[in-house]
């Protein structure tokens, strides 16, 4: 142990660099997690959050609330169904609006006409909306009190926030869960010349006992125009989810490749450059374990200094917004990857373990050594 | 130099792991620079195919062209205000059932309807139901003649050609008239239907007026942008551009770290060596452009196999799925970035060579 400190102590520059490489990694793979994951909790966090059990689209929706339109005969067709205790409308549309007389920005109404098929499923603070004009909006975005007045050409009643709802935005917009009439008016306010204003997607309820997977698939085979899904693969299979988590995984991969490699060539130069002394230190009795704990404990120092410092640069960064994009600190996100990073490190010290352990202390006689 | 050149020839071994980390490097960097391009391409298509310098929404949209709406008596004062052609465009993305594929099996489209034709579209608007298809709906079995059915109301719109890069929020376009867009907005979306002589937005090209003097025109009921200013309004594009290109920075300095640690090492295992060469009259200089040679021949061949990794990778990946594309510029400057890394990288060994004293060859450093 004396030898492996001792050591980083005197070629501190060269470790140093190996430290700084690990950080910098660390603090990628750390930051690109927290981009990926709120970026899909962002983008589908209204969905997660809403209270229906089971969502319904139309084929023609392809699983986007906005994009969608159910017609009425496919809202009866799907409260017919059995196994269907209950069924509410839902509906989103992104909208212009100006929060307590502020700068115009966007605002994403997630309508619903049950609070128990739709409606935000839990509140961080606050309460539910009792009357015309109250909201529940997207904890990150507003505050208890906020006034939001949607803009267009017709008039549009103003919505009070009463109730905060923690990671409900939906296609990474501050959104505000709204009962069906302020939807109706706000759509109507926008466009003068909007016709019936039709639900995107159908909540749906299972009757006790029934399996809401189960009732999907009963759903689909009802109608051919119903896309039934659970609230979990709604927000999975939203599009641009799976692109996002792929996009990801493919960059996440190449990373996590880089830091074995890079910890692995460092400690196999090092232990060649130092192999006539490591030869002399089994030639007066050195047991080979003593020489792998060091190396063990010099590859384990260095990467935890490295993941030590990663985190410490990620830490602050985790505070911020990107746009509407809230970061955050996830203590198992992190310590998934400080683990990870450390056991492939670990790893990949093996070769130069494996050159120590083929030292023979005779060659310190002949200088074989230095080979 | 020629020593370094022959080392490199003789034991490449020395030099393996080096070149895969380096490889690995490189190929993160045209990953990550390939994914900024296939998100940007993709989302951008329809807006940088304009002819238009101009696009004029309603001052309540933030940019947007699914929230604008321009009323004809609007269009007019932009009309007379703007100089130039002014056009109208409208928008709606929508799910399309194309012959051939299973009934849910629909593919995402956004139909256009302009007046002034954007780059590769016939100079007026095609007649009837007939639409031009971008190139990419082509993998999804879009043919000129298919008869593509739009939204629940299945709207049958005929494929009269194709033009190229003109996606849209990561979707394939169609381009037909307004009076097409404006039937089948109808009929799909009933809640954002467009009025008689309504659209979303206007394009104006050759404009003689600034965006600023157009809007105060409308009396601020009108909001312009340049096109250029309009792509960068896009939701979200100019956050994931400085977040790619942040991420990139940062990868490249991991190059310049790894380039240098390895160089490092194999100058400190050199020193002897160079000792005896310093010894025998070579200079400080051609002994670190030595080590320069190897640095920027072994980040060539990381960046050589990068390409090709990347070129395989984008032939590979299917349509449809990660939106990332290999460009010829993005490979380029990558392997550009890479080459300098190299470079900063190898300076850190300069001291050290610097420093090596030639008496060290007959043991003088003792």
């Known amino acids: ?371 | 130099m020629r020593l370094a050149l022959r080392e490199l020839h003789r034991r490449p071994g020395r030099f393996v792991v080096a070149t895969a980390i380096l490889t690995l490097i490189a190929i993160l960097l045209m990953v990550l620079g390939g994914l900024l391009d296939g998100l940007t391409a993709g989302s951008t298509g329809a807006f940088r195919a304009q002819r238009a310098s101009l696009i004029v929404y309603s001052a309540t949209a933030q940019d947007s062209l699914v929230r604008s709406r321009i009323t004809p008596a609007t269009r007019r004062t932009v009309e007379r205000s703007a100089g130039g052609k002014v056009g109208g465009l409208g928008s709606i993305q929508l799910g399309a059932r194309i012959p051939g594929r299973g009934p849910r099996d629909l593919v995402p489209v956004i139909l256009f309807g302009f007046e002034l034709p954007p780059k590769g579209l016939p100079s007026s608007p095609p007649g009837g139901r007939d639409v031009w298809a971008d190139t990419s709906l082509r993998v999804r079995g879009v043919r000129i003649g298919t008869v593509v059915r739009l939204g629940p109301a299945r709207t049958p719109v005929t494929v009269a050609g194709f033009v190229s890069d003109t996606r849209f929020s990561g979707q394939g376009t169609l381009w037909g008239s307004l009076a097409t867009w404006r039937s089948v907005l109808a009929v799909n979306r009933p809640a954002e239907q467009a009025g008689a002589g309504v659209v979303q937005a206007l394009v104006v090209e050759g404009a003689t007026q600034r965006p600023a003097a157009i809007d105060a025109a409308t009396g601020g009921a009108t909001r312009t942008l340049t096109i250029g200013g309009a792509i960068a309004a896009l939701p979200g594009l100019s956050q994931q551009q400085s977040v790619f290109n942040q991420i990139i920075g940062i990868t490249v300095a991991i190059g310049v770290i790894v380039v240098a640690l390895f160089f490092a090492l194999i100058t400190v295992e050199r020193t002897p060596l160079y000792g005896v060469l310093k010894a025998l009259g070579a200079g400080s200089r051609s002994l670190f452009e030595g080590v320069l040679v190897q640095a920027v021949a072994v980040t060539a061949a990381a960046s050589a196999i990068a390409v090709a990794a990347s070129l395989a990778l984008a032939a590979a990946i299917p349509a449809g799925s990660i939106p990332f594309v290999a460009t010829p510029q993005r490979l380029l400057t990558s392997t550009v970035y890479l080459l300098i890394a190299a470079v900063v990288g190898c300076v850190f060994s300069l001291r050290r060579i610097l420093r090596i004293d030639p008496a060290s060859a007959i043991g003088g450093e003792q």
Do not use: C, H
């Open chain 1, 1 to 371: 142990m004396f030898l492996a400190l001792g050591e980083i102590r005197r070629a501190k520059a060269r470790f140093a660099l190996l430290v700084s490489a690990v950080a910098l990694l660390t603090f990628l793979i750390l930051v690109q997690q927290a981009i990926q994951t709120g970026l899909i909790t962002s983008f589908v966090g209204a969905i997660r959050v809403q209270s229906a059990p089971m969502l319904v689209y139309p084929v023609d929706g392809q699983r986007t609330l906005q994009g969608s339109v159910i017609e009425p005969a496919l809202a009866r067709a799907i409260a017919a169904v059995p196994g269907v205790a209950a069924t509410g409308p839902i509906a989103q549309r992104t909208f212009t609006a100006v929060v307590d007389g502020g700068k115009p920005s966007n605002a994403a109404l997630f309508a619903y006409r049950d609070a128990s098929l739709g409606g935000p499923g839990s509140l961080s603070s606050g309460r539910l909306p009792r009357a015309a004009g109250e909201a529940v909006g997207s904890a990150q975005d507003y505050t208890i009190g906020d006034r939001v007045r949607i803009l267009g050409p017709g008039r549009s009643p103003a919505i009070t926030v009463v109730g905060l709802a923690e990671d409900a935005q939906i296609q990474v917009t501050p959104t505000l869960f709204v009962r069906w009439g302020d939807f109706l008016a706000a759509s109507r306010a926008v466009n003068p010349d909007a016709g019936a204003v039709l639900p995107g997607a159908i909540g749906v309820r299972p009757a006790a006992g029934v399996d809401a997977a189960e009732l999907a698939r009963r759903i689909d085979r009802a109608d051919p125009e119903a896309d039934a899904l659970t609230r979990s693969a709604a927000a999975d299979r939203t599009p641009g989810v799976t692109q996002v988590r792929q996009s990801f995984q493919l960059i996440f991969l190449l990373f996590a490749l880089v830091v074995p490699l890079v910890t692995g060539l460092f400690f196999l130069i090092v232990t060649l450059q130092k192999s006539r002394s490591l030869t002399l230190l089994r030639a007066i009795g050195a047991e080979p374990r003593v020489l792998i704990r060091s190396l063990l404990l010099q590859v384990g120092l260095i990467l935890s200094g490295g993941i030590a410092l990663g985190t410490l640069l990620f830490a602050p960064l985790s505070q911020m917004t990107i746009g509407s994009l809230a970061l955050r600190f996830d203590a198992r996100s992190v310590l998934f990857w400080a683990v990870l990073l450390l056991a492939l490190g670990l790893l990949s010290a093996l070769t130069a373990a494996r050159r120590v352990l083929r030292i023979d202390p005779f060659e310190a006689t002949t200088g074989g050594g230095a080979r």
